[in-house]
């Protein structure tokens, strides 16, 4: 987190010279001895606007085993399902303050992203820190204060509030690649891939939309190359299951 929001405090700078001119747990830790490359497949649910297919992604999670889990991936469910939290929350106050459809329509696609870490944290028995929490509330403090500054920026102007967006979308793609590394459960790593065909999909949506506006977007957390192969790609279409690349944003 402490890279991402370093991250983000450059890309704040920047994209302000730019507009002018989304814990407890129950269980006993245990240190995986398995190897980190799965040899399973993985099942993609997630069609083009991003939304994942909840109900048919759990029946597979379901199907698969529940192993031990590291310290790590604990932390990593836990602080994953505040940032999926943090896409949604920030998508519906833009959507509230300047009413484009695009962030009503990715906000309810990150709702399912939220209940889709929601099932990891269910078949492991880890305490939710989004339960019971409104609209920008949030357990991990360095969550908070990003989404209090998501909100100033957001509010600048459309445009502001579609880098954001945009700005978040990379920012999970990052931080989703960063948790598949650590982990080499088959259940997570395809809700994670799942997230991050989403995220993919919210990315190409915003940049789109800021073009429109006749606005060229500049990555602020992945790489250009990175970012640039991502983009110049078409949505992405779910579906369909088979070896996954691991912390691959293409």
């Keep these: 987190m402490k890279k991402i929001y370093a991250f983000f405090l450059m890309g704040m700078f920047v994209l302000s010279v730019l507009a002018a001119g989304c814990v407890s747990t129950t269980e006993t830790s245990t240190t995986s001895t398995e190897s980190p490359t799965p040899t399973d497949t993985i099942t993609i649910v997630t069609d083009l606007n991003g939304t994942v297919a909840v ?3 759990q029946s597979y999670i379901n199907s698969l085993p529940a192993a031990p889990l590291t310290e790590e991936e604990k932390a990593g469910l836990l602080y994953m399902v505040e940032e999926e939290k943090l896409a949604h929350d920030v998508y519906v106050k833009l959507y509230e303050k300047w009413g484009l459809p695009i962030f009503n329509n990715i906000a309810q696609s990150e709702s ?9 944290l269910e078949k492991y028995n880890l305490t939710d820190p989004t339960a019971n929490r409104g609209i920008g509330e949030f357990q991990n403090p360095d969550l908070q204060a990003l989404y209090d500054q998501l909100i100033e920026m957001g509010m600048k102007s459309q445009i502001d509030a579609l880098k954001v967006g945009a700005l978040i979308e990379e920012t999970d793609i ?21 997230l991050m065909m989403g995220s993919r999909n919210h990315l190409r949506s915003f940049v789109s939309t800021l073009k429109n506006y006749g606005v060229t977007y500049e990555p602020q957390v992945l790489s250009k190359e990175e970012y640039e192969e991502i983009i110049n790609s078409p949505m992405e279409t779910g579906g369909q299951s088979g070896p996954q690349g691991h912390g691959n944003s293409g």
């Design 112 to 120: 399912t992203h939220v209940e889709s870490v929601r099932l990891l």
């Design 55 to 57: 109900g048919d992604l």
């Design 174 to 194: 990052v931080d989703l690649q960063e948790r598949i590394a650590q982990t080499n459960k088959i259940d997570i790593i395809t809700i994670y891939e799942n």
